[in-house]
């Protein structure tokens, strides 16, 4: 037997989909992804939705919509996937780190107040794991030093911050539907946003820069969304409370169980959040018989899937590395990369799974090692 670390909730409602799309013949840009978009949009409780091909196109798209690039900074967390700083690199701006909570593994507003300088340009907060950053303090800082606040929210789709929805949080909002995402198309992106001026440039910026037929206004990129794509975003996206719920109930079941564990630290749920739990990372401290690599491996010889989200911040990449980084900035992203695991919690496990889970941690506990 193994337990997966991430799997996919589709069934007969994704099949259907696919089969209509296939039999109306439009299999590029057509209604279902203007209907996945209108959707989405109130799904989010914003004005306009953009699908495109992938999270991080999205990233670079938003970033480029709001004129960023040579000269300008973008402050972020390097405890993230890559794709949130890379699309600054690729506008031809400067990534600067701020430091994490390390309680929620979120930006820390107050070393974000630190990274400001004369050349920063915007903010770019991570909802980590499926819990929203500090939006508030994030947005007081943005509007008090006249920033673009743009929340990544790739891992936080239906998520909630104070009673709103992740991505009505900032000034513009990203989406992922990557394949292991809370909802997929496989592949897939969403830009959000109030602001129609952006939504329209990054519609234009996806197709070609194309305004009409044929007539093309600016240089943009084929960064389109598939009708397949978005049918199944479609299907997804009415499970997705359900799938949500699902993962926070396998949430509170391995919490329950594993805060009796000396040594392993649980999720926090920030008070103000509705945690969807992407990820269920646990910090291994040292007060565990194992380190955590040990604990992987255990567990991985037991047939528990897990992962490391993630064991390298940015700034200590080889790409940053030689981009002249400083590599000890940022400690507290550093110290939880060498800590963080993740267990399983998607949708699909049973109850003898998360028990499963819960057994063999206690088992480790046990075991010791070190
Ligand atoms: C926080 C974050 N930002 C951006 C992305 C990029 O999304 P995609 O893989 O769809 O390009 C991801 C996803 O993998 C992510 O987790």
Redesign the pocket.
């Known amino acids: 037997m193994r337990i997966p670390i991430a799997k996919p909730a589709l069934g007969e409602e994704e099949l259907e989909a696919v089969k209509r799309v296939l039999e109306s013949g439009i299999l590029a840009h057509g209604p279902e992804v203007e209907e996945f978009e209108r959707e989405f949009a109130e799904y989010v409780g914003v004005e306009h939705a953009v699908a495109v091909a992938?999270?991080?196109?999205?990233?670079d798209l938003v970033l480029k919509a709001y004129g960023i690039g040579p000269g300008d900074e973008v402050v972020t967390t390097p405890f993230?996937?890559i794709?949130?700083a890379n699309a600054v690199l690729f506008q031809g701006a400067k990534p600067v780190f701020a430091d994490i909570d390390p309680r929620t593994f979120n930006i820390d507003p107050d070393s974000v107040l630190e990274a400001i300088t004369p050349r920063t340009r915007a903010i770019i907060a991570?909802d980590?794991f499926g819990q929203p950053a500090d939006m508030r303090a994030l947005r007081e800082i943005a509007e008090d030093r006249r920033l673009v606040l743009i929340e990544?929210a790739?891992?936080a789709h239906g998520a909630e911050f104070e009673s709103r929805k992740a991505g009505s949080l900032g000034d513009a909002a990203?989406f992922?539907?990557?394949a292991t995402?809370n909802m997929t198309t496989g592949?897939?992106?969403m830009v959000v946003t109030n602001d129609r001026r952006v939504a329209e440039r990054v519609k234009l910026l996806r197709d070609h820069g194309q305004a009409e037929k044929y007539l093309h206004v600016e240089l943009g990129y084929n960064l389109r969304m598939t009708s397949l794509q978005a049918a199944i975003g479609r299907a997804q996206l009415r499970k997705l409370d359900r799938l949500n719920e699902a993962r926070r109930a396998n949430a509170r079941f391995l919490t329950e169980g594993l805060s009796k564990v000396r040594g392993i630290t649980p999720p926090y749920e920030d008070p103000r959040c509705k945690h969807v739990y992407h990820q269920y990372v646990v910090r291994v401290e040292d007060e565990f018989p194992m380190g955590r690599d040990e604990l992987r491996a255990f567990l991985e010889s037991r047939g528990v899937g897990t992962a490391v989200h993630y064991p390298i911040p940015i700034h200590r990449q080889p790409l940053y590395r030689k981009l002249g980084y400083p590599q000890d900035i940022c400690p507290n992203a550093i110290e939880a990369s060498r800590r963080v695991l993740s267990l399983p919690v998607h949708p699909l496990l049973s109850k003898s799974d998360l028990e499963y889970i819960l057994e063999c941690v206690r088992e480790a506990a046990q075991r010791g090692g070190r």
């Open positions: 992938n999270g991080t196109a999205a990233l993230t996937f794709a949130t991570v980590l990544d790739a891992q990203i992922s539907f990557y995402k592949e897939g992106g």
